[in-house]
């Protein structure tokens, strides 16, 4: 199945003006489910699609696999952010792990209140596990924005806080 930029604009744009609220296409290799209203932080979903969502103008061609199909859903679909809310940005390239270990509980979850310079997760570059804190902002954690386990690139938005 080929699915090209104008394609997924199409089906987004379609899909916002309905009544359905998820939608799973399978073909081959290729499964893309798109749900709306659900936030991209949360478990098996692939991302956010807001009422009203927006297309990034990005260079899409054939989406062959699963792995590529939420890449491009992601990179496609951009939620309006809150302007009052506190972006915590990755300080390297690595691997971001929402717990300390497997069998621990995340630091923090959607929802969670924080304070001034809680960990709020961990990057592992080159072997070392790197705590991230929660430099000068306290409140509440309103999107996670990486999966755990997931590589992550200097200066992308791990997750953003709306500051007491």
């Not at 987004?12 to 290799?29: A, C, M, N, P, Y």
Request: with cysteine; hydrophobic share 50%; proline share 7%.
């Amino acid at each position: 199945m080929q699915l090209d930029l104008n394609q997924l604009c199409e089906l987004l744009t379609v899909l916002d003006k309905t009544g359905i609220s998820e939608l799973t296409l399978k073909s081959g290799e290729l499964e893309l489910t798109v749900r709306k209203g659900i936030l991209a932080s949360e478990p098996g979903t692939a991302a956010a699609l807001p009422a009203a969502a927006t297309i990034a103008p990005i260079a899409l061609g054939a989406v062959a696999s699963p792995a590529a199909a939420h890449a491009a859903v992601a990179a496609a679909v951009s939620a309006p952010v809150d302007t009052k809310w506190v972006s915590i940005i990755s300080p390297m390239v690595g691997t971001f792990y929402r717990a300390a270990a497997p069998d621990e509980p995340p630091f923090v979850s959607v929802g969670d209140r924080i304070k001034v310079s809680q960990t709020v997760c961990i990057i592992e570059a080159m072997k070392l596990m790197n705590e991230i804190d929660a430099d000068e902002v306290s409140g509440q954690v309103m999107e996670i924005l990486v999966q755990n386990g997931e590589p992550v690139e200097y200066g992308q938005v791990l997750m953003r806080i709306n500051p007491d």
